[in-house]
Nanobody, 122 residues
């Protein structure tokens, strides 16, 4: 059974930092790429960052580039370090894997975690 478990969410003030974790387990056909997405109330889920766990390739959305860093400590755990947080970063954050291609298109991903909430106050 495939399972993705996010943790590390919380409430911070603008300018603060949080580190999210995504632990993947189970038989995942293509765990090569693990991505982070977020969904704010009333908005569509958007891609934030993705990492190729074999080659180290990373890709970021324009809205977080330079502030967020995606990394891994092994093929099963991926992190999202979020610095200089802004109120507009407030959202539920999800990790996902087993994509048809390694990018930030949410429709490409098969398995999703339950999400972790991030709230940034001004």
């Amino acid at each position: 059974q495939v399972q993705l478990v996010e943790s590390g969410g919380g409430s911070v003030q603008a300018g603060g930092s949080l580190r999210l974790s995504c632990a993947a387990s189970g038989l995942i056909p293509n765990r090569k790429c693990i991505a982070w997405f977020r969904q704010a109330p009333g908005k569509e889920r958007e891609g934030v960052a993705v990492i190729d766990t074999l080659g180290g390739y990373t890709l970021y959305s324009a809205s977080v580039k330079g502030r967020f860093t995606i990394s891994q400590d092994n093929a099963n755990t991926v992190y999202l370090q979020m610095n200089s947080l802004k109120p507009e970063d407030t959202a539920d954050y999800y990790c996902a894997t087993d994509p048809t291609r390694c990018d930030l298109n949410r429709q490409a991903y098969r398995y999703w975690g339950q999400g972790t909430q991030v709230t940034v106050s001004s």
